[in-house]
């Protein structure tokens, strides 16, 4: 189904692609991109793999059909392929993002009718289905961390939300280790997994 893109306002916040080439604020300032850390703060990386972890077990990623484009969708966020947007929208979608808007992008803006804040992760749906996963997971990240600008800090914390997202994914399918953690209430194995991932994402670079 074709529709147009929403009007964007003043504050609307684009995110796009893994990483950033030019760092500029949707508003009159801009972000210093020159300097680029190669890793994220220990404390950080903890946070994110927690809200990630918390994310998938509350919404039962371990059981039998779950759909992780719907869990999305019940949170009130849009996800719209490219192939559904008319082609002169995907030229204005070109132009308005800084990054690498042909994997993906994270829109908020506000309802032109109602002032109600919108949110939309536009994808590129001509892609694997794992990395459509991690598309998606990545701009969920910008939306749930509450970025407001595009920033190479910014992008780092969405490539490590990401690839916890898909790690856990992967092992649930291959091991059903979710399954087992919620069936025992076994929280000792739950806070192994937690320290396992922080010694893999802490150990390398993030990006």
């Given at each position: 189904?074709?529709?147009?893109?929403?009007?964007?306002?003043?504050?609307?916040?684009?995110?796009?692609?893994?990483?950033?080439?030019?760092?500029?604020?949707?508003?009159?300032?801009?972000?210093?991109?020159?300097?680029?850390?190669?890793?994220?703060?220990?404390?950080?990386?903890?946070?994110?793999?927690?809200?990630?972890?918390?994310?998938?077990?509350?919404?039962?990623y371990f059981r039998e059909g779950f759909d992780y484009?719907?869990?999305?969708?019940?949170?009130?966020?849009?996800l719209k392929e490219y192939s559904a947007f008319k082609s002169e929208?995907?030229?204005?979608?070109?132009?308005?993002?800084?990054?690498?808007?042909?994997?993906?992008?994270?829109?908020?803006?506000?309802?032109?009718?109602t002032g109600a804040t919108c949110r939309m992760i536009a994808y590129n749906d001509n892609k694997s289905a794992a990395e459509v996963m991690q598309i998606i997971f990545h701009e969920l990240a910008h939306i749930m961390l509450r970025h407001t600008q595009q920033s190479n800090l910014g992008e780092m914390e969405a490539t490590l939300f990401?690839?916890?997202?898909?790690?856990l994914m992967v092992l649930e399918q291959q091991f059903h280790i979710g399954r087992m953690i919620a069936e025992k209430g076994d929280k000792t194995m739950l806070k192994g997994i937690q320290e396992g991932l922080m010694r893999k994402f802490n150990a390398q670079e993030v990006l």
């Open positions: 189904m074709n529709t147009k893109l929403p009007k964007r306002c003043k504050n609307a916040a684009l995110h796009g692609g893994k990483r950033l080439e030019n760092c500029t604020e949707q508003t009159d300032k801009t972000t210093d991109c020159t300097t680029k850390p190669s890793t994220l703060p220990s404390r950080k990386v903890s946070q994110i793999i927690l809200t990630v972890v918390n994310l998938l077990s509350e919404e039962g484009m719907e869990m999305i969708r019940k949170k009130g966020i849009v929208n995907l030229l204005e979608l070109q132009k308005v993002s800084i990054g690498l808007w042909n994997e993906g992008l994270c829109l908020i803006f506000p309802d032109p009718q990401s690839g916890v997202a898909m790690l």
